[in-house]
């Protein structure tokens, strides 16, 4: 499987100011994802990360709140804009590999605490 | 978008019991299913899944089985260890053969192991 890294691993920012999470992947992958994870809760898809193009964005989240780059096949960011305490969450990065780009593997996540 | 609460269905079990998880999803068009640990600040851990044209399948210690009928999924954990404790999730997917692979999750279950 492929191992994902990301940094920050966690950071506690100010509100109104905005954080770049990095994802990077030890080998070329075709699909890479952002997830959000709030307290205590499941995990909800924010976007696809597109290589080349504008990330594909799921109902609830727009690209002025989260703008992703996709650069190359091994690398990806996210940023959290304008945030405030609402935006406290673990943010994680996820790869599809295998036959059919079927199987998910995650990055350790980044914990956000906004104040 | 689904609604989740603040507490995780738990289950607490002796070490050397065996464990099951079960999980029921809402779409019936859903082909793929995979099961997940997420130790505390982790992210989460692929440890098995499942394709739809199938019903069980097995790896070390665990199991999962896939009911289509009722929508139902379950995992299995024979002889459970104290390492074993974690949220569990599980996930569900319709591939449809598009670029837009995408996972949708359950709400987790805590497992406790007691020594």
């Known amino acids: 499987s492929a191992v994902i890294s990301q940094k920050p691993s966690r950071d506690i920012c100010q509100r109104g100011t905005s954080l770049t999470i990095q994802c990077q992947v030890d080998s070329q992958v075709t699909m890479m994802f952002w997830y959000r994870q709030q307290p205590g809760q499941s995990l909800t898809l924010i976007a696809t990360a597109n290589q080349g193009s504008e990330a594909t964005y799921e109902s609830g989240f727009v690209i002025d709140k989260f703008p992703i780059s996709r650069p190359n096949l091994t690398f990806s960011t996210l940023t959290v804009s304008n945030m405030s305490p609402e935006d406290s969450s673990i943010y994680l990065c996820?790869?599809?590999?295998?036959?059919?780009?079927?199987?998910?593997?995650f990055g350790q996540g980044t914990r956000l605490t906004v104040v | 978008g689904e609604s989740v609460g603040l507490h995780l269905p738990t289950l607490s079990v002796q070490e050397g019991d065996n464990s099951i998880i079960n999980c029921a999803y809402s779409n019936s068009a859903s082909d793929y299913f995979i099961w997940y640990k997420q130790e505390s600040g982790k992210g989460p851990q692929f440890i098995i899944d499942?394709?739809?044209?199938?019903d069980k399948r097995q790896g070390q210690r665990v199991t999962v089985l896939l009911n289509k009928t009722v929508k139902h999924l379950s995992l299995q954990i024979a002889a459970t260890q104290p390492g074993d404790s974690a949220v569990y999730f599980c996930?569900?997917?319709?591939?449809?053969?598009?670029?837009?692979?995408?996972?949708?999750f359950g709400k987790g279950t805590l497992l406790t192991v007691n020594p």
């Open positions: 996820s790869v599809a590999q295998g036959a059919g780009n079927t199987e998910a593997f």
């Open positions: 996930a569900e997917s319709h591939h449809s053969g598009g670029s837009n692979y995408k996972l949708t």
């Open positions: 499942i394709r739809s044209n199938m």
